[in-house]
């Protein structure tokens, strides 16, 4: 198996997912990719953007949301089944748990009269994070997946050799 890693990833972040790669004997290939980051030769249409955990996901729904909601539309328009894996563990294993999540910046500590008091802040909170990725698997095709960062490097591979699904 050939598989393109997209040039923006850094080498440092992805190490063991190369190490895993190899110890496979999968050759990678380094080029910028029209969405997402990891893509098989065998599977073009198949392509996988990974996230390093819930808090990055979140941003990108939050801060990057149109850059963001045009690779889903750019996904989507040229026939490329979208995988988002998140690299999150502690306990999120499939969409649903991402209700349950709880967003480290929904707290913040600030000083209140001589002492340390913690504030709530508008951060976006798990319930809300789930309903807007369930939207979007809706909406543009995509699969949000997670998984141990141990693990990344296997998921990879197991779900670029994986069939297209149909969409249903």
Same mark, same amino acid.
């Given at each position: 198996? /050939?598989?393109?890693?997209?040039?923006?990833?850094?080498?440092?972040?992805?190490? %063991?997912? +190369?190490?895993? $790669?190899?110890?496979?004997?999968?050759?990678? &290939?380094?080029?910028?990719?029209?969405?997402?980051?990891?893509?098989?030769? /065998? %599977?073009?249409?198949? &392509?996988?953007?990974?996230?390093?955990?819930?808090?990055? =996901?979140?941003?990108?729904?939050?801060?990057?949301?149109?850059? $963001?909601?045009?690779?889903?539309?750019?996904?989507?328009?040229?026939?490329?089944?979208?995988?988002?894996?998140?690299?999150?563990?502690?306990?999120?294993?499939? =969409?649903?748990?991402?209700?349950?999540?709880?967003?480290?910046?929904?707290?913040?500590?600030?000083?209140?009269?001589?002492?340390?008091?913690?504030?709530?802040?508008?951060?976006?909170?798990?319930?809300? +994070?789930?309903?807007?990725?369930?939207?979007?698997?809706?909406?543009?095709?995509?699969? $949000?997946?997670?998984?141990?960062? !141990?693990?990344?490097?296997?998921?990879?591979?197991? =779900?670029?050799?994986?069939?297209?699904? !149909? /969409?249903?």
């Amino acid at each position: 198996m /050939d598989i393109v890693i997209d040039t923006r990833e850094k080498q440092k972040a992805i190490r %063991n997912i +190369l190490a895993e $790669f190899e110890h496979r004997g999968v050759r990678t &290939i380094s080029s910028k990719l029209f969405v997402g980051d990891y893509m098989s030769l /065998d %599977n073009p249409r198949r &392509i996988i953007d990974r996230k390093q955990n819930l808090s990055e =996901l979140c941003g990108n729904i939050c801060q990057d949301h149109a850059r $963001f909601r045009a690779e889903l539309v750019r996904a989507k328009e040229h026939g490329i089944q979208l995988l988002i894996l998140c690299e999150h563990g502690r306990g999120i294993q499939a =969409l649903p748990d991402v209700a349950f999540w709880r967003n480290p910046r929904g707290i913040k500590r600030v000083r209140q009269g001589g002492r340390w008091v913690e504030l709530a802040t508008k951060a976006m909170q798990g319930q809300t +994070l789930y309903k807007a990725l369930a939207t979007m698997e809706k909406k543009y095709g995509c699969r $949000f997946l997670f998984c141990e960062k !141990a693990e990344t490097g296997r998921v990879i591979l197991e =779900l670029l050799s994986e069939r297209r699904q !149909a /969409d249903g």
